[in-house]
């Protein structure tokens, strides 16, 4: 796959298979449009383009809003690397680019910049100016530039329609196994492990602290997690405590990992945190002494999930 900052860039004599959206969490419905674009593409001769923005338009058209996305722009790339897109166009969205009408972005992108052959689309999808485009549009437009057209419905896992938000609203609940079942893979955090207090050393529960620098990245809910993460090609499982550490009096939020079994320096290091399974709530313990009791329960249990998920 090759990833091209600004459709400016992109140049094609080829024709191309396109898709277009956000595609936050590339989840099982993102991967079903791309295998069927992926697919159809290969099988014609055909390039697969995938053109998505950064920021997301709500930063630029919403300021102050708060939001929070599934992927960081870094993660969406590398779970579309996987895919075997052709390209990936990451397009600066901007105010100016958002008074671009949705004819505009047909004849003067779609048909004029990827020389499109065929356009798949999600279930519902709107675009252009005020998202005044839709598949009706699309259609008419598609007879007129001489493309095809075609909107994949909704997925369902369980019958129950994936969707981004719904991922967003499952993992604010703590609900990581559906979480993870719609996303098709394991939620992740990234971040840099940076200098702590250091007091998790001082009772037997050494932990990497890390700090993630995109502030627009979803923090799922507060509480203690099975975890796995890949140091030095190597698998490492811990837990995972995600909370203002009410015992030691915390007052700001923290992301903490104790892993299993390991004893390596990791200060600076930038770690990929696979988020496994939920495991309790934060609580507020009367002392250390309990606090270490819990963990060492906590401990007993994160292990007791690991020997036994396939």
Do not use: C, W
């Not at 779970?79 to 052709?86: A, E, F, I, N, S």
């Not at 998202?131 to 369902?156: C, H, K, W």
């Not at 945190?273 to 495991?279: A, H, P």
Request: proline letters at 3%; glycine letters at 6%; a positive charge.
């Amino acid at each position: 796959m090759k990833t091209i900052i600004d459709i400016s860039n992109f140049v094609t004599e080829e024709k191309t298979f396109v898709t277009i959206g956000t595609f936050d969490g590339v989840h099982y419905g993102h991967q079903k449009i791309l295998e069927k674009l992926i697919l159809e593409a290969k099988k014609t001769g055909k390039k697969s383009v995938l053109l998505t923005f950064f920021p997301h338009p709500r930063m630029v058209l919403q300021k102050g809003a708060s939001i929070e996305l599934i992927n960081t722009i870094t993660e969406r790339e590398k779970l579309l690397k996987k895919t075997g897109l052709d390209y990936l166009i990451i397009h600066p969205f901007s105010r100016e680019f958002s008074r671009t009408t949705a004819l505009e972005f047909v004849r003067d992108i779609l048909v004029n910049k990827f020389n499109i052959s065929k356009l798949i689309i999600g279930y519902d999808h709107h675009f252009g100016k005020n998202r005044e485009g839709n598949i009706q549009q699309l259609t008419e437009y598609s007879y007129l530039y001489d493309f095809t057209v075609e909107e994949i419905p909704a997925q369902d896992v369980d019958d129950v329609s994936v969707s981004s938000t719904k991922i967003r609203h499952a993992l604010h609940a703590g609900n990581l196994k559906t979480a993870n079942r719609y996303l098709g893979y394991n939620f992740m955090l990234n971040g840099v492990v940076v200098n702590g207090k250091k007091l998790g050393g001082k009772i037997g529960y050494p932990t990497a602290n890390i700090s993630i620098e995109e502030d627009y990245k979803l923090i799922p809910k507060t509480g203690v997690y099975v975890v796995k993460a890949t140091i030095n090609k190597n698998s490492v499982f811990g837990m995972m405590n995600i909370g203002n550490r009410p015992t030691v009096n915390g007052n700001y939020q923290t992301i903490e990992v104790h892993f299993f079994d390991f004893n390596q320096d990791l200060y600076g290091k930038k770690l990929t945190i696979e988020l496994l399974y939920f495991l309790r709530n934060e609580e507020k313990f009367d002392s250390l002494d309990a606090l270490i009791h819990q963990l060492k329960e906590d401990e007993k249990t994160a292990k007791n999930y690991i020997l036994n998920t396939p």
